[in-house]
């Protein structure tokens, strides 16, 4: 039988061009599983009843609900990233 793992103690060689693309595919996979999230709680908390139109009100909670899901995710974000920087400079 062929052996197609690495030897013990060594690492198997990573194409750098794969592993920009399996990156890639795995931000839009995150990007996509947000957008669906953000669509159902503020389609939950927004829409009383679907239309052939959205009304003005339904369309600003639409929008003010994204936005506020967009500004709580960055604030996250540059706070795990100060900590990460804080936590390297120890």
Known sequence: ???FGSSEGSKPAVDPELQDFLMAENERARLSAQIHEFTDICWDKCVDKPGSKL???TESCLSNCVNRFVD???LI???F???L???QGM
């Open 1 to 3: 039988m062929a052996d």
């Open 55 to 57: 009304d003005s009100r």
């Open 72 to 74: 709580t995710s960055l």
């Open 77 to 79: 974000t540059q706070r």
């Open 81 to 83: 990233a100060q900590s």
């Open 85 to 87: 920087q804080k936590n």
